[in-house]
């Protein structure tokens, strides 16, 4: 077992449905400040919330608002293109063959010596400041207040398809089955709620391309790759502002980190880890 | 039978259903065609709704929004437009565009539904719109634009009926309302798509504004071609009251165009210099969308009409009729082209991936462009209806020239006579001539 991986796991990560006095304040804070009250009305000056506003590689890895706040890191280079994370997918969340909620993508640096070929997955970045929940004219589709995932409420999709304009990251597609918008949502009404630690294609993933956790835990794994200045971490359109919570390094075998599968913590589910 | 008290009913300018059945037989042809082809569209859009949009429609994941809801926005562009410019007149009080408001007012509305028919088919789920009340998603433009076309659409329908009552104090305000929540609404409808951060091309404010100018223009020209056309129904609609708002129209028209040429030039200049948006325009300048850049957005949508419109000076309904019904024709290729173009560059093409390095395409399928003629055949069967069934949104006679009043000969606008003044004195006091002096006077002003 990889110790490295399996920090993330512990009582801590479990409390999250347990609400402490500091959460309480913090989202207080943030209601004060939604209301302009805090600061002399931070909604009103402009200049005071461009620096939350834009992202930058510093300004996206500042706070982290939920608890436990789900993140994903893609070690782009170990991705291999065996398409097990979209199946995974597939199968967990009856996503019908018409659409996808993760896909990899093909780059090729033709002029490269050596590899030219790379392989970049793309799935919902369930961004901090997503531009879908604020197109979307009756919510139905919502950042949840505990723990950051983006989701959906079918019930009350009109599908007007605004949501699918507004995503920069083209996660989103209209399901017939259901009858609105569907989207990646880190698994979790099949896995997380579950009690599973991984989402379907981080437990799939046979390199460890997709490393998943909650990057608010400093003691996890997901936080310790975000968190350091050996490698580059990157998200995709940050001119966008939407501060996504799905970072991109590149990864090699000199990389500090184990490469494989990341194994599901408390020894569960897949541990191919297991060496 | 809707039965209308008969002094109302005059007042409405309508003579019963009956009137339906008088026109001609072309007219009546006409007529049977538009019947025929809205209930065969609608049948076909129903069919899609049933069976689902997915396998029928052209639209895709990454392209979304296709031809329908550029029609919708091509008919909510009109109604705003013409809105807008009927209240310049009965509104504003600008007296030469008083007579186009009847028409316009009522245009504005069959617009407007026609626009509603076509969004019906684009929603998924158009019984969820019951959420829009329930659950309302205030940071949203979508919902703002819900809720203010809704209430564009109620102040219309105040303004129209206290129109058709002749109450025009009420309709004034029903107006001024109307106007505020249509200008509202339209350029939230243009911030839907100017506040999607990750869509280059419309991203900014550019849209929100220009939306509202190309309104006024749409509207200009939408009351230009459908007077036309009424006139050719009806020739008794045309007095000199009519011809000279006409005049003040065609105007307004060209000077609209004007500045939906500026907005055009400088979006096209400041596109060169943007990486993403310049892919965009070189799909219109020169790509697969050449052909409706050019010859229907530039040559049919604006240089001919105004060319048209100036050498029409206003008075040659032919001319103003072809113009008219260019722009119409060309306006729709605009807002096909802004709807698809904001979506055709992928959003992980500066990725430089492999499944996104082309553009994407879009080709509406046979059920969208049916429920797109569906809506604008709606439209032009109500406009018909109404022009018979109205009585040609016929001004009555005290509403054309008021007690004590009379048309300038000069000006052709509406003067009046005070009391034991002559119809030549009244011209000069309204035209700061000065009275004639008695001769007596004037010799005694020369002594001096």
Known sequence: ?275 | MITIPKETAERWGYSGFSDFFIPGKAFRAVFVVLAAAILFCYAVGLHGMASGYRNLYGVTREIPWGVLISGYVFCVVTSTGLCIVSSVGHVFGHEPFMPIAKRAVFLALIFLVGGFSILLFDLENPLHMIWFMLSPNLRSNMWWMGLLYGLYLCALSVEYLFLLAQNHRMSRLAGFMAVLCGVAAHSNLGAIFGMLSGRDYWYGPYFPIYFVFSAIMSGGGAILFFTCVASRVEPEIMNERMERAMKAVCKLTITMISVVMFFTIWETICGFVSPEKYLTLSVFLTGPYAYNYWIGEILCGLVLPLVLLVRSKGTDLRLMLIAGGMMLAGIFFMRYDFVIAGQIVPVFHSLGVEEYRSLLTYRPSFHEIAVVAGGLCLVAFLFLSGERVLGGHRLQKHEIVPPGGFICPGCGAIHYRQEGESEEQSLRRYHGFRAAAPPNAERETARR
């Not at chain 1, 990560?13 to 304040?25: A, F, H, N």
């Not at chain 1, 992202?55 to 789900?70: D, G, N, W």
């Not at chain 1, 604020?134 to 723990?147: E, I």
């Not at chain 1, 390199?207 to 310790?224: C, E, L, W």
């Open chain 1, 1 to 275: 077992m990889n110790p490295q991986l399996d920090q993330g796991a512990g009582p801590r990560s479990d409390r999250w449905s347990e609400v402490t006095p500091l959460e309480r304040r913090t989202f207080l804070k943030i209601g004060l400040s939604i209301t302009g009250l805090l600061g002399g009305g931070t909604l009103l000056s402009v200049a005071s919330i461009v620096n939350k506003a834009f992202t930058t590689p510093r300004t996206f890895t500042e706070t982290y608002p939920y608890k436990p706040h789900y993140a994903m890191v893609i070690r782009e280079g170990l991705c291999i293109d065996c398409e097990l994370c979209a199946k995974a997918c597939r199968e967990t969340n009856h996503v019908p063959d018409y659409g996808y909620r993760t896909r990899v993508l093909t780059k090729i640096t033709s002029d490269a010596i050596g590899r030219q070929r790379e392989f970049i997955p793309i799935l919902c970045n369930q961004c901090n400041d997503p531009p879908c929940c604020r197109a979307c004219p009756v919510g139905a589709t919502y950042k949840d207040p505990r723990d950051g995932i983006v989701r959906m409420n079918a019930e009350k999709c009109v599908g007007c398809k605004t949501c699918m304009l507004a995503c920069p990251y083209d996660a989103r597609y209209f399901n017939d089955q259901k009858h609105a918008v569907d989207k990646c949502n880190f698994c979790w009404d099949t896995r997380l709620s579950k009690g599973q630690k991984l989402t379907a294609c981080a437990a799939a993933c046979p390199t460890g391309a997709r490393i998943f956790g909650d990057i608010s835990d400093p003691d996890n794994v997901v936080y310790k790759m975000v968190h350091q200045i050996e490698k580059v971490v990157w998200v995709l359109r940050p001119e966008c502002g939407t501060r996504p919570n799905v970072f991109y390094m590149k990864a090699s075998h000199a990389s500090p980190w184990r490469l494989q599968r990341q194994a599901e913590p408390g020894g569960g589910v897949r541990a191919a880890g297991k060496q």
